[in-house]
């Protein structure tokens, strides 16, 4: 069984600052580098290289047909991928200050040119059953999240960036939640600040029981389903850029779950996965393959 990830692709340039550039602020980056990007693209690299069958629907401008072409070259299927002639793919403006924190400006580009027929045509191949995986950085989500629930899909949603517009749509349909504390307060209406592991229940009991796994940086993740609660300690290791780490997270956690490892083993391969991913630079560049992960775990266990 393959798992179709309907979600954005982005051209990410990485600027190194010292600090964040305030409002009325000129400042000097001392690096510049251009890679692939995009939550979508990020988690399914993380899919595949985690060894999990992945399908990727969404849409790139000529300009990004090298964003194709890496998915593509790690076994991603493209075949329901849309290139267009008319825009230009989506980008993100990053800045990365030393501790490896970023903040990130998005240009939504091709993302936003989702339409309902192309999104028709998407789902005229999925199957009941089937699994589907979205994140909130493409146009039409609503639709495609009305589409899976309407088609009987298993949908799993990253709802990042949380946006006023996400939190209108009917989240009820939703199995599996992967989300940060932010989101969760959102989503749950309530406060950030409140205990992870009471955040978490507060996201069960604001939609119908989706499983939640609640990401927490530094301080790991948690699982929470109908019978099943884990706990996941984060991997200590140096910082240099958490770009991409959550994504990577998410295809290592999916794709354990889709190949029938237990949660308390996926939420371990995922931490391991993401703690290699911030001591690289770069979204796309930073994910690990399986291989890596696994000496990783043999390395922390000696
Ligand atoms: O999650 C990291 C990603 O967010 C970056 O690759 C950037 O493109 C934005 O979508």
């Keep these: 069984m ?14 190194a600052v010292d600090h964040f550039v305030t ?3 000129t400042l000097a980056s001392t690096n510049l580098v251009v890679n692939a990007g995009g939550k979508g693209l990020n988690q399914s690299l ?16 000529e ?17 329901l991928l849309h290139i267009s002639d008319t825009v230009r793919s989506g980008n993100a403006i990053i800045q990365t200050d030393p501790s490896g924190e970023n903040c990130i400006l998005l240009y939504g580009g091709a993302n936003q040119a989702i339409e309902e027929t192309y999104v028709d045509e998407v789902f005229s191949h999925m199957e009941q059953g089937d699994w589907i995986l979205l994140q909130n950085e493409i146009s039409c989500l609503d639709y495609i999240i009305s589409s899976a ?20 749509y009917d989240l009820s349909g939703v199995d599996l939640l992967v989300l940060n504390e932010i989101e969760a307060a959102a989503i749950a209406e309530v406060d950030s600040d409140l205990d992870p592991a009471a955040l978490a229940q507060a996201v069960r009991k604001r939609l119908p029981h989706p499983t939640v796994v609640l990401t927490l940086g530094r301080r790991g993740s948690i699982y929470l389903g109908d019978d099943i ?5 984060a991997f200590t290791v140096d910082a240099v850029d958490t770009t991409g780490a959550g994504d990577t997270f ?23 996965a993401s703690a290699i991913a911030v001591t690289r630079h770069g979204a796309a560049p930073s994910i690990p ?14």
């Design 46 to 61: 993380a899919l595949a290289k985690a060894g999990a069958p992945v399908k990727h629907a969404g849409m790139v401008g």
């Design 250 to 272: 998410t295809g290592y956690l999916l794709a354990g779950l889709m190949r029938g490892d237990t949660p308390a083993q996926s939420m371990r391969n995922a931490a391991a």
């Design 229 to 233: 609660e884990a706990h996941q300690d």
């Design 149 to 168: 629930i309407r088609n009987g899909l298993r949908l799993i949603l990253n709802p990042s960036p949380v946006t006023p517009e996400l939190l209108r």
């Design 63 to 79: 300009d990004g047909r090298f964003l194709v072409e890496l998915l593509q070259d790690e076994g991603v299927n493209t075949e």
């Design 23 to 25: 409002a009325g602020e």
């Design 289 to 302: 393959n399986r291989a890596e992960v696994e000496e990783f775990l043999r390395k922390v266990a000696q």
């Design 2 to 15: 393959a798992i179709l990830n309907f979600g954005s692709l982005n051209i990410d340039y990485t600027y």
